[in-house]
């Protein structure tokens, strides 16, 4: 029997013409290729990192040899989460196991974990916005991995922070075990109601890339 799930949450960002984005990238380019009233239909061109907005990373984005992200399995993709509440936290903190360990409980092996800062109501080409997200420790990250998880999601622009001292730890703890990150996700203030959700986040099948953009949806 189908599982029938009475609410459906959007967690991904919207992706438009000079969208934010990591900060060495260039900006997001929109047009249209064709328009209704010139050609009698409507075509649109986008042009992007695929880095961008809400997306996946794959091992190969760190790794020359790990897996890129079509060759991931798509079954992977889905599963239980825990929503884990850190809003107010400060900006530019470390996440490390002391956030962590309060849900130590509620994360079982196989699950997602979706770590809510509140970053994502910040979106927007701001200093703050682009410098000083919370972000994932290593130390941080090999807990995660310890707790046996198979995807982690962060609202921020990536899973680690800005710089070389904070951004490739989390990559490397996680992504060489072929854990799946998930970056500048949304969380609808409606979702926070809840511990537990189903979550699907299916990347676009980009042959070669190291990541891809995601709609990432809860389901409750």
């Not at 009698?40 to 794959?58: P, R, Y």
């Not at 079954?75 to 309060?102: M, N, W």
């Not at 701001?126 to 046996?148: D, F, I, N, S, V």
Request: net charge negative.
């Amino acid at each position: 029997m189908m599982q029938k799930f009475e609410k459906v949450f959007d967690m991904s960002q919207p992706v438009f013409h000079n969208c934010p984005g990591w900060p060495t990238y260039e900006l997001t380019e929109v047009t249209y290729e064709a328009i209704n009233p010139k050609d009698g239909f409507t075509a649109e061109v986008f042009k992007m990192n695929a880095h961008t907005a809400t997306h996946l990373d794959a091992p190969f984005h760190f790794f020359p040899e790990g897996k890129k992200i079509d060759e991931m399995p798509i079954e992977g993709f889905q599963g239980e989460a825990v929503i884990i509440d850190l809003r107010g936290i400060a900006p530019d903190t470390g996440i490390t196991s002391e956030h962590l360990k309060p849900y130590a409980d509620k994360i079982k092996e196989g699950d997602i974990v979706l770590m809510n800062t509140g970053w994502c109501k910040k979106r927007a080409m701001t200093k703050e916005y682009y410098y000083q997200w919370p972000y994932l420790t290593g130390e941080g990250a090999e807990w995660l991995h310890e707790k046996g998880v198979k995807g982690v999601g962060i609202d921020g622009l990536s899973i680690g922070g800005w710089g070389p001292d904070k951004g490739p730890q989390p990559h490397v703890v996680l992504l060489s075990k072929e854990v799946w990150l998930l970056e500048e996700i949304d969380f609808p203030d409606e979702v926070m109601a809840y511990e537990r959700v189903y979550f699907c986040c299916f990347p676009l099948k980009l042959q070669g890339f190291g990541g891809a953009p995601a709609r990432a949806v809860a389901m409750v």
